[in-house]
């Protein structure tokens, strides 16, 4: 049996809620979805002020998570990967953010895609990541102006909006494929993909089937490796200073 943590890194019950119904759905039989919360996050993430707020109680989620051994792999299921990089420091587990799940799922079944967020303050996060990810040059991102607590209390019209940005995207960006850029989208995707013809990717379900493949194959990071490649990226920038630091002097 492969048991899955899905932690919602912001502090709203219903939307924990929603996400481990998401996560069940798409979980093979045998798999135990344990949902957890972020009691100490902020209501909803919603750029990078609420992403900072956030991290604390996760890590602290995780640590405690640890302790116990209860799961064999973890899911961050904010599409920002809210604190993912301090996260897959603290385990030798996975740790998968299912912003980037599901963009590499997209990247897969489609030459474009474009990600459908919620706020404007979202985009750039979520260019950087696709940055980060290597998924840039084939991705565009547009906010449909949905706060993330409004797709629970005023679902169909959402749904509609979204809708809409759809038909820009494939429009405008050429897009084969659509990624649903918040977890509180799950819901939408199916009728979504049905509506217009295309693919519609969403991050928990990308996340579940992406853990359950890395517990099936006993795939996990060896020690230290996120710890290792942060201490190299340390010391090359410290080089580059050092670096630049001595051709300033002679230049001077």
Known sequence: MVRIGIINPNSTVSMTGSIAVAARLTAQAGTEIIAMQNDSGPASIEGPIDGAKAVPG?????????????????????????????????????????????????????????????????????????????????????????????????????????????????????????????????????????????????GVSAAVRLAELLVGLELHPRQDAFATSRRSMTASLAAATRSASTHSVSGG
């Open 58 to 202: 996760l890590l602290d989620r995780i640590e405690r998570a640890e302790r116990s051994d209860a799961v064999e792999v973890y899911i961050i299921a904010c599409f920002d990967d809210t604190g993912l990089d301090a996260a897959r420091m603290l385990t030798r587990k996975p740790v998968i953010g299912i912003g980037e799940a599901a963009a590499r799922v997209a990247s897969i079944v489609a030459r474009r895609f474009t990600v459908i967020t919620t706020l404007p303050v979202s985009v750039p996060i979520l260019e950087d990541n696709l940055v980060r990810y290597g998924l840039s040059p084939f991705a565009t991102v547009r906010a449909s102006g949905i706060p993330v607590l409004a797709l629970e209390a005023n679902g169909e019209a959402a749904l509609s909006i979204i809708s809409e940005e759809i038909q820009e995207a494939l429009r405008v960006d050429r897009a084969d494929a659509i990624v649903l850029g918040c977890a509180g989208m799950s819901d939408m995707a199916r009728r979504l993909a049905s509506l217009h013809g295309v693919p519609v990717v969403e």
